[in-house]
Every structure is written in structure tokens, then in C-alpha cells.
């Protein structure tokens, strides 16, 4: 599998500022919030962010943007260092935002110092009534209250004499600025919460927008690599940048977020679905989440390989959920052993078959990757077949089982359909065939056209296993969209369980998160929560029909 990103716009950047000399090496950073698990579109940030790193031979710190007081939540660290590792990236340093509290009020002191900071006392609401608009500019009344009594209030709102509300530590920039994050955005804020690491030694909390900045240059990161929201608070990036004493000088450069069809990829919507019972997890199989994608069975190579292929750009788009299917098949084919699994059983009789006789059919794992080796699989006079596979009265071009019709039971002979038994109902509950015994191997001896073949399992050796199947958790193709309730577009059958299922011998030694390729039916993955040798459940990766770009050219 290709490892290095191509090269895109971002790298133009790096590349143009290590030739002018601006600076001499890469440092990049992931920052999630640990309030949620990662989906794939954090995994497309956490590609560039550790994949530029990589390309220009840098590092990538992985920092936990704690800056806004959240209860505590190692679950969520946790689970984003095993996600990270699991793509097969790794940080050179692991911090959190709050790490940097200290300097960050440093830094906000410096500013009143300059006169570039002042405490206001409007409240929320004020602040909003008087932001002015694109001809008006903002006002506050205590812009030009002296530098003492702001460095005096700074220092008592962090002692908590006020309330929360009352003031915040607004930077002085430029009330009338088109861009209103420059209209002197607040810096600071009162918030008597109790945070994870800091307890309550603070009741004052910097904004983003400042300590972000802060935290980037304070780790020598060389290129700050976000979503493309971002775009607009750019000059404040720059601003604090060049205001405050930091050790280095960090340039951020924006990105177009992922958004991908028939799925929502915000961590608040996600955890509404867990929380009201919707999916059974942020690992349930169905889930974007990197968690659930593992389950479902996605392999780190195809999500990386998604990542790259969907390229970096400067505009927003939404990419076909089909795509992210088709990297994992891609992936899959050369990798996925092809195992025999009945999932709508039906028993397929051969009546001139020796009754009691077993014969074992050495096949190869993967046809494509003879190193791969080969194993055994019994046969014998009663085997299973797929309900489907068999009818009584076929349809047009129908070329698999009915009366007086011939197929090539996979690898082994070529059967003639003689007929069935049916219950009181009406339900095939038994077909009957003659086997060619000169066809072993499954090629007609007179060398005779046998058009369909039809995989089976050996009665006398099968193992039973649970069976899920998944289709889309949304039905809508944007449920994402703001003007749409994500819960109102949900798919009521997004999930198929079939118990009873045939298996061949060989999966009895399946193990938690193993891939295969169910001949002519899919890929799928033992579960890694639910799988257990004497309860074998399987997840439907993909299915084995591509439909990516189907009528809309090649991609
Ligand atoms: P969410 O809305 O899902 O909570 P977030 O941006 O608040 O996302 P963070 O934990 O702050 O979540 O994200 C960490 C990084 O991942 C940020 O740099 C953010 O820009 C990036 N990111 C989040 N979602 C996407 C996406 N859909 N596409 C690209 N990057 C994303
Ligand atoms: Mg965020």
C-alpha cells in the first residue's frame, strides 16, 4: 500500500518555506478534544497532520485540547492514543492544551502591559448588543480604562472576586474591523469549573482563539494544519503571534473538512446516538467512528489510503460513503483469505454420492497470493447450499439450481438438479441432485458448458455462527445538513442479524477481528466484542458489488 501522501498545496506551502529558509524543519500537531471518540473526518486532519510530518521528515505532537473545562474523561483519551496507534502513526510529545495555563495568563499580562488588552465589564448580552455591524463599528466603554485598573481587575477576576459573566479580558484590536474576530474578541473569561488537571486553580479560562496560538508556538510547531473554519480567526492567529513574546512562529494553513454522504460527522450528533440507544456504541459497526469502523472490519491501510486518495483542497465537498467501501475492498481483495459460509441455509442432497463417503478438497486461501498457502475442506453427500440458489421454477436467465439444471459446485463436481422436498407451508426444506463423479475438481470431463457455480458447505463438518449484516444508518443521503433533524432521517434497517448460519470447518478458529472473503457474498470480520469460539459472529465488512462511480466515470 502507497504510504507517502501525495503531495498537495499544504506541502507547496512547506516546501516554499523551507527553500526561503523560513524555517529549517516541520512540526506539526493533532488537537483533538477528548470529549468523543475520532471519526474519520478527525482521521482526515490526523492523516495531514502526522502524514505531512512524516513526508518532511518532522513530528507531530498529540495534544488534548483542554483549554475549555470539561469533566474528566480518560475514556476518550485513551481510545484516541489506541485509534492513532492503530493507523500506525505515533507522536513525538503527548500534552494537553492546560499544560500551558500558566504562561498563556503570562502572556495575557503582557498584553494589558502593552496596551493591548483591556478588562470589560459588559456582560454577554451587552457585548453582543453592541458589536455593531458591517457599518457600524463595536463599542465598549472601558476600551480606554487605564492599563493599572486593568491589570488590577485581571488579577482580581482571577483571584474570583467577580462573577462569572460580569467582565472578560478583551484584546484591543479593532472595533470596527470587517472581520469580527478582530473586534476586540475576548481572551479571557470567568468560568468557575472544576477542571480534570487543573482542579480549581483557575476560575479564569483563556478562549481558543488566544491560547490555541499560544499552545502552537510554545512547542515550536512550524506549520498549524486546520479545517478550514478556522480561515477567518487566521488573523488572530497572527496577531497574538506577533503581540506576545512566544519563542517561535507558527503559520496556519486551512483545510476543506470531510464530509461524507449518508453519515453525520460531529462528535455531539455521534454521541446522541449513543446515548439514546440508537447504535450499541461508539464501536458499534455502523459508527464513523474509527472505533466502529475497526469493528466493522476497515483495515488501517484502507483508511489511510482513503485519506490520501481524497485528496486536500481549499473547498468543502462531500465525498460517497461508497468510496471509503471501495478502499476497503481494494484493500481486502489482495489481502482477504476465501473462506465457503452459508448465510441462508437450504440442504442440498446428492443421491448417488456414497452415503457415509468424505473426500477433502485442498483449496488456496487466495487464489491472487499463492504465498498465502491453501487448506482443507471436507465434502460429502450432504452439504448446504444458499436458499437462493435453488428454484423450483426459475426465473429468465436464471442459471443456478431448478430441475434438470447443471452446476459446478465450487472447487469440487458438477451437480444435475433433480428436485426437492417441501414442507406442509410450502418451503423447500430439501434439494436433491446427482453428482458427475467423473467431474472432480469441478470440470466436466467431455469438456460440456456448466455456466453457473454455486459455493457450499459440508453438512458433516459445518460450523454454525451469527451473521450481521449492515446497510447505511441513514437513509437520507445529507443528514448532516443543518436544516434537518439527523434523527428524522435515520434507516430503521440498518441491521440484519441471521443466526444459524453454515460455516466452513475452518472458521471454528477464528480469532476476534479476523478478515475473510465469504465467496461470492462479501467481506467480512469476526467481532471483536461478541465473537467467541462456541458463538462465532461475523460483521459484513463490505459487500463484494462496487457501486463507487458507477455511470459517473472513472475516479
Ligand atoms: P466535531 O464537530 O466532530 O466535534 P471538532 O472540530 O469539534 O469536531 P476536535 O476534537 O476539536 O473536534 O477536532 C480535532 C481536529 O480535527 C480539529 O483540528 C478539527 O479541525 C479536525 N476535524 C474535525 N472534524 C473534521 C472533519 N469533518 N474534516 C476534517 N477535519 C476535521
Ligand atoms: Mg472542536
Redesign the pocket.
Known amino acids: 500500500m502507497e504510504e507517502i501522501i501525495s503531495s498537495n498545496f499544504i506541502h507547496d506551502f512547506i516546501t516554499e518555506d523551507l527553500k526561503e529558509g523560513k524555517v529549517d524543519h516541520v512540526q506539526t500537531r493533532?488537537?483533538?478534544?477528548p470529549n468523543?471518540y475520532l471519526?474519520i473526518?478527525?482521521c482526515?486532519?490526523l492523516c495531514i497532520d502526522f502524514g505531512t510530518a512524516e513526508k518532511f521528515g518532522g513530528k507531530c505532537n498529540l495534544r488534548m485540547?483542554d483549554t475549555n473545562p470539561a469533566k474528566e474523561d480518560t475514556e476518550f483519551v485513551d481510545a484516541i492514543k489506541e485509534d492513532i496507534h492503530w493507523l500506525g502513526f505515533d507522536w513525538d510529545r503527548f500534552c494537553y492544551g492546560s499544560d500551558y495555563f500558566d504562561q498563556t495568563y503570562e502572556y495575557a499580562v503582557e498584553l494589558i502591559k502593552k496596551g493591548l488588552a483591556y478588562v470589560c465589564e459588559l456582560s454577554p448580552e451587552e457585548v453582543k448588543a453592541n458589536r455593531g455591524d458591517l457599518k457600524t463599528p463595536a463599542t465598549s466603554p472601558y476600551r480606554d480604562r487605564p492599563i493599572e485598573e486593568s491589570l488590577d481587575l485581571f488579577e482580581r477576576m482571577k483571584n474570583g472576586e467577580f462573577p462569572e459573566g460580569s467582565m472578560t479580558l478583551r484584546a484591543k484590536i479593532d472595533l470596527a474591523s470587517g472581520n469580527f474576530n478582530l473586534r476586540d474578541p475576548a481572551l479571557y473569561r470567568i468560568k468557575f469549573a472544576h477542571h480534570h488537571r487543573t482542579g480549581d486553580k483557575w476560575c479564569i479560562y483563556p478562549m481558543y482563539d488566544f491560547a490555541h496560538p499560544i499552545q502552537d508556538a510554545l512547542e515550536g510547531v512550524t506549520h498549524s494544519l486546520?479545517?478550514l473554519e478556522f480561515e477567518a480567526h487566521r488573523p488572530l492567529y497572527d496577531w497574538v503571534i506577533n503581540n506576545v513574546s512566544v519563542p517561535s512562529r507558527p503559520r496556519q494553513i486551512e483545510f476543506a473538512?470531510?464530509?461524507i454522504d449518508h453519515t453525520v460527522?460531529?462528535?455531539?450528533k455521534l454521541r446522541k446516538l449513543v446515548e439514546e440507544h440508537l447504535v450499541s456504541g461508539w464501536d458499534d459497526p455502523r459508527m464513523p467512528t474509527l472505533c466502529g469502523l475497526r469493528r466493522r472490519g476497515y483495515t488501517p491501510a484502507s483508511i489511510r489510503n482513503f485519506c490520501d486518495r481524497i485528496g486536500v483542497a481549499k473547498v468543502n465537498s462531500t465525498v460517497e460513503y461508497g468510496f471509503l467501501e471501495h478502499c476497503l475492498r481494494e484493500d481486502l481483495n489482495t489481502t482477504a483469505r476465501r473462506v465457503m459460509a452459508v448465510l441462508h441455509p437450504v440442504k442440498l442432497v446428492l443421491t448417488n454420492y456414497p452415503a457415509g463417503q468424505s473426500e477433502v478438497f485442498t483449496v488456496e486461501n487466495n487464489p491472487e497470493r499463492p504465498e498465502d498457502g491453501s487448506r482443507e475442506v471436507t465434502f460429502s453427500s450432504n452439504l448446504w447450499i444458499e436458499a437462493d440458489d435453488f428454484m423450483e421454477e426459475p426465473i429468465p436467465k436464471y442459471n443456478r439450481l431448478y430441475p434438470g439444471n447443471e452446476v459446478r459446485l465450487k472447487g469440487a463436481y458438477i451437480v444435475k438438479c433433480t428436485g426437492c422436498k417441501k414442507d406442509e407451508q410450502g418451503n423447500v426444506v430439501e434439494v436433491y441432485a446427482e453428482c458427475d463423479l467423473d467431474s472432480r475438481g469441478g470440470n466436466a470431463p467431455d469438456g460440456r458448458k456448466v455456466r453457473g457455480t454455486i459455493h457450499w458447505v459440508d453438512e458433516n463438518t459445518a460450523v454454525e455462527g451469527e451473521v450481521r449484516l449492515y446497510a447505511n444508518l441513514f437513509t437520507d443521503p445529507a443528514p448532516d445538513a443543518a436544516d434537518k433533524d439527523f434523527l428524522q432521517c435515520m434507516n430503521p434497517e440498518s441491521l440484519e442479524v441471521l443466526t444459524g448460519c453454515k460455516l466452513e470447518a475452518s472458521l471454528a478458529a477464528t480469532q476476534p477481528q479476523d478478515r475473510f472473503q465469504f465467496m461470492r457474498l462479501g467481506y467480512f470480520c469476526a467481532d471483536s466484542v461478541d465473537s467467541r469460539p462456541d458463538h462465532l459472529v461475523f460483521n459484513r465488512a463490505v459487500t463484494l458489488k462496487d457501486s463507487f462511480g458507477k455511470g459517473k466515470g472513472k475516479k
Open positions: 493533532f488537537p483533538p478534544e468523543g471519526h473526518g478527525h482526515k486532519a485540547d486546520c479545517s473538512r470531510l464530509g460527522l460531529s462528535k455531539r
